[in-house]
C-alpha cells in the first residue's frame, strides 16, 4: 500500500483528489493533506509519503527550493506538480530537479490517472528485488535505479541557495535552521549536504561570509573595529578578532593597516 499526501491551497482540489481518485485501484491511501508549504514540509516529515501531490504556487513556498529540498531528503518519493503556473522554463527546472509528472490545471482525469500509474509503477519497480540484485554485467534500468542515487541536481540547488541565504543574511543571528527552513530540508539533511559540497560547517561558512563583509568594512576609516564586529553579526568583540585571526591570519587592524598601506603605496 502506498501512502499519498496532497498540497495544494485550493480546498476543492484537495478534496477532489482524495476522495474522486480510485486509489485502492493503485494500492494506495490518502495519509494527509495540507493547504501552504510550511504545513506541507511538516506533513512530508511525518507521514513520509510515497507520492506527493503539490502545487507550486501557493503562499508560504517557494516551489522550486521545496521540489528540491523533497526530491534531496526523500530521493525514492514520487513527485506529481499539479498548477496552474503555465511559465515552461519553470517546468522544465522542475523536472531537471526530479519531478515525475508535471500537470497543468484544470487537469483531465484521464491525466492524474495516467500520473498515479506512471508513479506506481515506478515504484513497484524500484522496490523489486530485482532492482536490487541484477548481475553485475546487467545494468539496472534507469528508473529502477533513481531510488538508489543521489539527486545531485536538487543537491546543487539547495547548497547553492542555502550559501546565498546565508551571504545575504550573515549578519543576522542565523542559525543552521533559519536556512534549513529557506531551503526546505532538515538541518541535519543540510548539515550534511553542505559538508558534502563544500568540506565546511554550517558555522565555518557563516564566520566565511562574515570576515569578507568585514573585510569590505574594514576599508573605511571611519569605522570602529568593534562598529564592524557588530555590523557583521559579533555581539563579542573578542570573539570577532579570534575569528578574524583565525580565518585571515592577522588581526582586524593588521588588515586594516596592509590594506591602507598598499593602498598609498599605489599613490
Avoid at 500520473?115 to 534500468?141: C, H, K, W, Y
Avoid at 532538515?186 to 564566520?207: A, I, P, R, V, Y
Wanted: net charge negative; charged share 30%; hydrophobic share 40%.
Amino acid at each position: 500500500m502506498y501512502n499519498v499526501a496532497i498540497i495544494d491551497d485550493e480546498p476543492l482540489i484537495v478534496e477532489g483528489l482524495s476522495k474522486t481518485m480510485a486509489w485502492d485501484k493503485w494500492d494506495c491511501q490518502v495519509v494527509g493533506t495540507a493547504c501552504d508549504g510550511v504545513q506541507g514540509m511538516e506533513l512530508v516529515r511525518e507521514k513520509r509519503p510515497d507520492i506527493l501531490i503539490t502545487d507550486i504556487n501557493m503562499p508560504k513556498m517557494d516551489g522550486l527550493k521545496m521540489i528540491a529540498g523533497l526530491k534531496s531528503e526523500f530521493p525514492d518519493m514520487q513527485l506529481i506538480i499539479l498548477t496552474g503556473y503555465r511559465e515552461f522554463e519553470y517546468a522544465r527546472r522542475a523536472i531537471e530537479l526530479g519531478v515525475s509528472r508535471f500537470l497543468l490545471k484544470p487537469s483531465k482525469m484521464n491525466e492524474l490517472e495516467e500520473a498515479i500509474e506512471t508513479v506506481t509503477g515506478r515504484l513497484n519497480r524500484l522496490r523489486s528485488p530485482v532492482a536490487f540484485s541484477a548481475p553485475e554485467d546487467m545494468p539496472v534500468q534507469e528508473e529502477q535505479a533513481e531510488g538508489l542515487e543521489e539527486n545531485s541536481e536538487a543537491n546543487s540547488f539547495i547548497v547553492k541557495n542555502a550559501m546565498e541565504y546565508i551571504r545575504e543574511n550573515s549578519q543576522e543571528k542565523l542559525r543552521l535552521s533559519d536556512v534549513a527552513d529557506q531551503v526546505y530540508v532538515s538541518q541535519w539533511h543540510l548539515s550534511k549536504l553542505l559538508n558534502k559540497h563544500t568540506g565546511k560547517t554550517f558555522s565555518d561558512l557563516l564566520n566565511g561570509a562574515r570576515m569578507d563583509r568585514s573585510k569590505e568594512l574594514l576599508k573605511d576609516p571611519s569605522l570602529r573595529i568593534c562598529d564592524v564586529a557588530e555590523m557583521v553579526g559579533f555581539q563579542d568583540l573578542a570573539h570577532f578578532s579570534r575569528v578574524f585571526k583565525k580565518l585571515e591570519g592577522m588581526s582586524a587592524g593588521e588588515y586594516r593597516n596592509t590594506y591602507w598601506g598598499a593602498e598609498e603605496d599605489t599613490k
